[in-house]
């Protein structure tokens, strides 16, 4: 279980260094959903008004290491994902605070209609540039699951963000326009991966698989994309999951992914 701590539990030390770049904290709202740092936050603050501030302890190294691996990737999904503001490092914490977007977790179940956003949104994240840090390629996650043949199929020069699922991708209250958030486990690899598990996330959220897989066509990615690399894609992921899981446990899943097959 996600340990979940309050701004009233933070140490003194940390939530002096956040006011003294925010201002003063006049009020505080905790964020439940779909994140896996101890500290989720809505800050109302003097100088920035809101915020939204997440953080780990600096004990936590691969919550640390995700948490700054957002940060550096943030320049380079700007207008995908809301803009970092400031960092901090204090009281045995690392903290990063983000612009806050108004919004909701995107709806992908049947008769939404947030669909055209959404794949608005990764049709854009198509054309991002790598940002010049290393980053994993998708193929090398997946190795330990691939036939031999299968780990080139997978290589790609797209920047990834492999967890596409409803509480990483938000919806504006305002003008309707999708966010990605969350941009902890980037990968390279080709274009049409996100999508690709996106429509999955779409049949597990209720669609029907030929209204799931109608949208996930609508990418000139996935159209273009060849048998034998979706083939590869699909058995190593249901490989991992049934590694991961257990085959009965994962078949759930691991059917929604085979429906890309076709």
Known sequence: MIERVTWDDLPVELRSAVETRTGEVSATAEVQDGLNCSVALILDTAYDGRLFFKGVRET???GTAALRCEERINPAVGGISPTVRYRFDAGGWSALAFVYVDGRHADLG???NDLDAV?????R?????IPDFPIPQFAD???KFLEPDEAEALAGNHLLHTDTNPHNLLIGNTGGEAYVVDWAMPAIGPAWVD???TAVRLMECG???????AWLRGFASWRRASEHAVGAFVSATCRHWAATVGARSAEPSNERFRHLLG
């Open 125 to 129: 994240m198509q054309d991002l540039k």
């Open 60 to 62: 936590d190294e691969p």
């Open 195 to 197: 999508p690709a598990n």
């Open 110 to 112: 049947p008769g939404s």
């Open 207 to 213: 669609q029907p698989p030929g209204d799931a897989l």
């Open 141 to 143: 996650r997946l190795r």
């Open 119 to 123: 794949a608005f949104i990764m049709k």
